[in-house]
Each structure stands twice: as C-alpha cells, then as structure tokens.
C-alpha cells in the first residue's frame, strides 16, 4: 500500500476506503458496503462468512463501541489524511456480549493486547484450548538517505513505510457476559468524586477530559484486583465456602438467641437481612461488593448500639415518659 | 487428540467439595461462635439451628447433583478435536451417535453468573452447569459438568451462554 504522505497518490485502495475485504467502489463514485456477502464456505474460526460479515456490520455501525474500523480478514484502517496511516487507539474498546463469541473474544484480545504499531488483523485461529492467535499487520518504518534529485533535495532523509506481519498468541477473556466485567457504576462514581476534587483545588478542567475520564471508567477493564480469579480459583472456592458456613453458623446463633428471649426478632430480621443482601450483591457484582455492604450492615448495627441508642433513643425514650407521666399525673389531679 | 467424557469421581468432587467445604466450617465455626457469643448456653439447643441452616444449601446441591448424575449416567462423549467429530455412547441402552461440529444448530450453556464470568464461586451450586446440544437434525444432546466441567466447543455464534442462578434442568 501506498504511503499517502510520502507520494502525490493515493494508495489503490483508497477507493474504497483502503479496506477492500469491507467496502467497493463499483463504479468509481461512491464507496458502499460489499453486500450482500454469499457464505463462501470459508470458516473464519468457527464463523461463516455471513457471520462475520453480520459483526463487522456491528462494529461499523457502532453496535460494540468500537472507534474505529478493524477488519477481520484484512488490512483496515483508513489513512490519517497526509499522515502515516496509523492511529493512535488511546483506550480499549470493548464489544458487549454478543451472539458472537468468538469474535468478541477474538476483538477483545486483540484489541486490549496488541502492539501500537498494528494496522489491522488479517486472520486468526483458536486453539483447542482456546487460545487465540492473531496474524496481525503491522507498520515498519526505516529511513534511507534521499538520492540525488529526489523530493526536491529538500529532505535528507526520506522515510520508508511497510507492511509487515506477525503473529501472536493473545490472553482469552472469559466467556459470558463480557459487559458486566467492564468497570461499571462504581468506578464512575470514582470519577466523579475525582473531578470534585478537581473543583475544590481549582484545577478543574484542565485538561479538558472530564467526560473522556468518565467514560473510561465506565467501559474500560478491570484491573487485576478485580479481574476474574485463576490460579487463586480454588483458594477463592474454600474461602466463599468458609464464609458460608461463618454466616450460616452465625446466622443459627441468632436463632439460638431468638428463641432463649436473648434477641429481638427485628435484630434478628435485620442480621437476616444484611446477609441476604450482602449474598445477594457480592453474587450479582463480586466478592470485595457484597463484603462491603456486609461491612455496611455491621456498621449500622455497631452505629445504633453505640450512638444512636444510647445518646437519641434512649434519651427520647426517658423524656417521652417522664412528660407522658408528667402529663397523666396533671390529668388526674385535675379531674378527679 | 481424542478427548473421552463421562461421569467421573474427579467430576464429582470437583462440583460437590463446596458443600463439603461448608460442612467442615460449620463443624469448626459453629462452636467456636457459640462459645464466643453464649460462653454458659446449651450447644445441643443450638445445633437444630445449625442443622436448619447447613439443609437451607444441602439440600439445594444434593438435588441438581443428583439431577446431574441421572441424566449422564450411563452416556459417554468422545470428541476428536482433528477431525471435529463427538460420539455420544449410551452404554445402558447400547447407543452410538456421531456428529460433527457443522451439525450442531446451537449449543445453549446454562451455568450461574459467577461460572460464567470465571470469577470467585458464591454459591455451592455455582460450579454446576450443563449444555444442551441442538443438531439440525433435531436431536438433542444435554452435556452435564459431571460430565465435563466447562464445556466450550468451538462453534463460534452457535454457542450461547446462560446464566441462571439455580442451574436446574427443568425439562
């Protein structure tokens, strides 16, 4: 492919948006989308052509929150005007769970582990055991002295671009809902609390990201505190199960109470409570979510305990009788 | 390579330990929260409470295991993943199916939304799910993580994922 800024023409495929496998210029007027595409019994990792063809629809459009084109089969990326045709991606892009596993997944790695200097995948497998190879094509740059004559003299140095290609075994992600491992509410609200800050100290804005920020922390990944467990899998699995049985044990001591008269029963309903609902988010989100609103629930009790029974409750409770008493001893004193 | 599938103790274990597990801490913990809590009680009025708490999952694992085990007793899954081709054998009632990956219309994976996303297992049932085989010719096959523990078969958009919180096969 030709290197736009170097030459005085276009690269040939520029006709169609320099990504041939995806678009066509049939008439030289105005580039469209190749369709309908035939099965051609080609097997794209499992996928037809149809398939594929149906997801790159997808990303096109923005279905997946991709930012930019990335064929699967071929060379994609449009040129950067009269720069070198490489973008700098910035962030990772995820697509949401899909009916196409294996193009998520193959998206998801390539697009979180490749190199900067990649330019479009051009095939990909996956192994038995999952694993994904992408052969990806990449930019190589050298330079040269400039020969007599050439660009005017002007430059002594001329930079030479190619195509080469390479393949590479990237990380699988999990099956499953993809989406829900994306950073989520949580962190967003961290951005927030983030550019409060950034308010209070006065340096507000300025770098005028604050809904970049946002946004990538609401559709960014994990890091890999959060991230699905794997070696510690099994650790993780006698641990929740360990705690189970605290809360279970524990649990069945407050039922113990209840019936010896030793507790209330709404202290009771609320110890059942916290654990359904700490269970509940710490199932829906992960483990360090439903700790922390366990936390939360042993905090309100140890706060109703120690400040508000004794210092609101109590007092109010002292007061209320004293002029409730005050009140019926006048009541009686007065009417009979 | 040629993989073979059927119900083994490995499987088992691997499935039902987290009920174990909780056993062997409630066995631990139970008394030492008793003790902790109600130094001068009766353990023997406690240990129906503990009883009532241990059967509210017990009972829940005990039923989708044996669930489970009906269902791929007696069946045997081969996959060539060369030739992607799986052979179904039913040695009890003396069957033999074989199909390849291009037959299959759908594979729907049901399993918990902690199995699914390969994080921390919550529940003891968690690392319970099964998958159901659609072929297009109509005959359906349902693959048990007693069987094989996570079922992934290379089939691009034909796989499907579900999540339930209680994996039981209804039908």
């Known amino acids: 492919m030709a290197y736009s800024g170097g030459q005085q023409v276009f690269s ?12 066509i210029d049939p008439n030289g007027e105005l580039t469209k989308d190749a369709q309908p595409v035939q099965d051609n019994g080609m097997d794209y990792a499992g996928l037809d052509a149809i398939a594929v063809r149906a997801f790159m629809d997808g990303v096109m459009s923005g279905l997946y929150n ?7 089969n071929t060379m994609v990326m449009a040129s950067g005007g009269g720069s070198a045709g490489v973008q700098d991606v910035g962030q990772v892009w995820l697509p949401k769970y899909t009916d196409n596993m294996n193009m998520c997944n193959v998206f998801r790695a390539a697009l979180s582990d490749v190199p900067s200097d990649i330019v479009g995948i051009k095939g990909f497998t996956i192994a038995p055991d999952n694993s994904i190879y992408v ?19 002007t430059y002594n140095l001329i930079d030479q671009y190619a195509l080469s290609e390479r393949t590479t075994k990237f990380s699988l992600p999990p099956r499953g809902d993809l989406q829900k491992q994306q950073h989520g509410d949580f962190w967003a609200i961290l951005g927030y609390v983030g550019m409060g800050l950034d308010v209070m100290s006065n340096t507000a804005g300025t770098y005028g990201k604050w809904e970049q920020t946002i946004w990538e922390m609401r559709n960014s990944w994990r890091p890999g505190y959060t991230a699905p467990l794997s070696k510690w899998t099994s650790v993780a699995k006698v641990l929740s ?6 809360g279970i044990a524990g649990l069945a001591h407050d039922g113990y109470m209840v019936s010896q008269n030793s507790m209330s029963q709404i202290r009771f309903t609320y110890h059942l409570g916290g654990l359904a609902t700490s269970t509940y988010i710490g199932a829906k989100l992960g483990g360090w ?48 | 390579m040629k993989h073979t599938y059927k119900i083994t103790k490995a499987n088992e274990w691997k499935n039902f330990s987290s009920i174990l597990i909780v056993l062997f801490g409630i066995i631990v913990f139970g008394p030492i929260i008793f003790y902790l ?21 017990f ?30 054998r039913d040695t009890k009632k003396n069957t033999v199916s074989e199909f390849g990956l291009d037959e299959i219309k759908h594979i729907f994976h049901t399993m918990t939304p902690a199995f699914s996303e390969k994080r921390m297992l919550w529940f003891p049932w968690d690392s319970y799910n099964y998958s159901d085989i659609f072929l297009k010719d109509g005959r359906k096959y349902r693959i048990t993580s007693l069987m094989v523990y996570r079922l992934e078969l290379p089939v691009g958009d034909k796989y499907e994922v579900f999540t339930s919180f209680y994996p039981y096969p209804n039908s």
Do not use: C
């Open chain 1, 241 to 246: 199960n360990l705690g189970w049985s605290i």
């Open chain 1, 66 to 72: 991709i930012n930019f084109m990335f064929g699967s």
């Open chain 1, 12 to 23: 040939p495929y520029a006709a169609m948006g320099n990504s041939p496998g995806m678009m």
């Open chain 2, 37 to 57: 809590r109600t130094p001068n009680g009766d353990f023997f009025d406690y240990i129906p409470f503990l009883l009532i708490g241990f059967l509210l999952f």
């Open chain 2, 59 to 88: 009972i829940p694992v005990s039923a989708i295991h044996l669930r489970y085990q009906s269902i791929n007793a007696d069946m045997e899954m081969l996959y060539d993943d060369m030739e992607k081709v799986i052979v179904i």
């Open chain 1, 135 to 153: 052969t990806y094509s990449y930019v190589t740059h050298s330079s040269r002295p400039s020969e007599e004559g050439e660009d005017g003299g």
């Open chain 1, 289 to 336: 979510y439903g700790a922390a609103a366990g936390v939360i629930f042993w905090g309100g009790e140890q706060a109703y305990d120690r400040v508000v029974e004794p210092y609101v409750v109590e007092p109010a409770r002292v007061d209320f009788n004293y002029k409730f008493n005050l009140f019926i001893n006048e009541f009686i004193n007065k009417n009979f």
